[in-house]
DNA sequence: CGCGGTCAAGTGGCT
DNA sequence: AGCCACTTGACCGCG
């Protein structure tokens, strides 16, 4: 089991999710961009080894503007060398790695130009763990998209569309996560028994919506999808609903009671667990000390 | 130099 | 009808 949390480091003095505004854009601003989030980047891989942090979500913002048309350089063959020399940290040290595109990525939208672009970024941000050399068990997470009114005809439409016009290396890294309210664990199951894709499990996203299904059945179910040679082990979101707040929304800080009962729940299942905690790192030395207690790690 | 409005992109539920 | 939340605030103009 590795332990991790998404994107951002709140202890260093560095982001890696540096951007700007697209009326700023220049060539010369993007290359000082990247370079200045590829080398944060590495200072946070290494903090996160240094403290046993295994797990790491990539920010999308690595490369601003990158699927957007008005980004029209090079820089994959301009940071190539960057780009594999963290992917080769990321190997020295086994570390686990995902990607979480964000909500303006729907594979199933009605609209050909939204279906377009998410492929778009579907592809850029493959294409960052693909110049790292990472294997296939490095994987993009997306959520089903919209119902609009009609949940079965926008399943079928996700599958057509991955089918008929996904890249092969998206494909190979593609995963779908059961959101907090249009995509259950169900439909997921649904997505994947269409195209193979792994199911991302959400246990707060779970508790928002489900079809009955006790915590540690959901997690067999979603874990039952990968295939362990290509995908790895079942990659999951923890997190808890912040107190009196909206339904869904996420704790600023990590129950360890709760997280020790999810553990204490999921005994002798393997998995990868992000955690989407606002307080982020902090969190996680928590749980990877709770978990290193019950001998999970 | 700090504050606050705004930023490429979508969807649905809540107020 | 508009706001908010979402994996994550960060940028930039203005005073």
């Given at each position: 089991m590795k332990i991790g949390y998404p994107c951002i480091n709140q202890t260093l003095d560095c982001s890696s999710s540096r951007t700007f505004r697209l009326a700023s854009y220049s060539e010369q601003r993007?290359?000082?961009?990247?370079?200045?989030?590829?080398a944060c980047l590495q200072r946070i891989l290494e903090y996160n080894v240094?403290?046993?942090?295994?797990?790491?979500?990539?920010?999308?913002?690595?490369?601003?503007?990158?699927?957007?048309?008005?980004?029209?350089?090079?820089?994959q063959q301009h940071f190539k060398p960057q780009f594999r020399e963290l992917g080769n940290y990321i190997k020295q040290h086994q570390l686990r790695i995902s990607m979480h595109p964000d909500q303006f990525v729907v594979l199933n939208s009605p609209n050909p130009q939204t279906?377009?672009?998410?492929?778009?970024?579907l592809a850029y941000q493959g294409s960052v763990l693909d110049l790292m050399e990472l294997d296939t068990t490095a994987k993009l997470q997306i959520h089903g998209g919209g119902a609009y009114g009609d949940k079965g005809s926008a399943i079928a439409r996700f599958?057509?569309?991955?089918?008929?016009?996904?890249?092969?290396?998206?494909?190979a890294r593609l995963c779908v996560e059961n959101d907090d309210r249009t995509y259950s664990l169900l439909d997921c199951l649904r997505l994947h028994e269409l195209t193979g894709m792994p199911i991302i499990f959400d246990n707060l996203h779970h508790?928002?919506?489900?079809?009955?299904?006790?915590m540690r059945e959901a997690v067999e179910i979603a874990a039952?999808?990968?295939?362990?040679?290509?995908?790895?082990?079942?990659?999951?979101?923890?997190?808890?609903?912040a107190p009196a707040e909206r339904r869904g929304k996420h704790v600023q800080s990590i129950s360890?009671?709760?997280?020790?009962?999810?553990?204490?729940?999921?005994?002798?299942?393997?998995?990868?667990?992000?955690?989407?905690?606002?307080?982020?790192?902090?969190?996680?030395?928590?749980?990877?000390?709770?978990?290193s207690e019950l001998g999970r790690l």
């Open positions: 993007l290359i000082e961009t990247v370079s200045q989030n590829l240094a403290n046993g942090l295994l797990f790491f979500r990539l920010t999308s913002d690595l490369v601003p503007f990158a699927s957007h048309e008005i980004n029209q350089y090079n820089w279906v377009k672009n998410s492929i778009a970024e599958a057509e569309v991955y089918h008929t016009q996904l890249p092969d290396a998206v494909k508790e928002c919506v489900n079809n009955g299904e006790p039952s999808t990968w295939h362990p040679e290509r995908d790895g082990i079942l990659m999951m979101d923890y997190s808890a609903q360890e009671s709760l997280f020790h009962d999810f553990l204490v729940e999921t005994e002798g299942l393997d998995m990868d667990i992000m955690l989407e905690i606002k307080d982020k790192e902090a969190s996680a030395l928590k749980a990877v000390a709770v978990a």
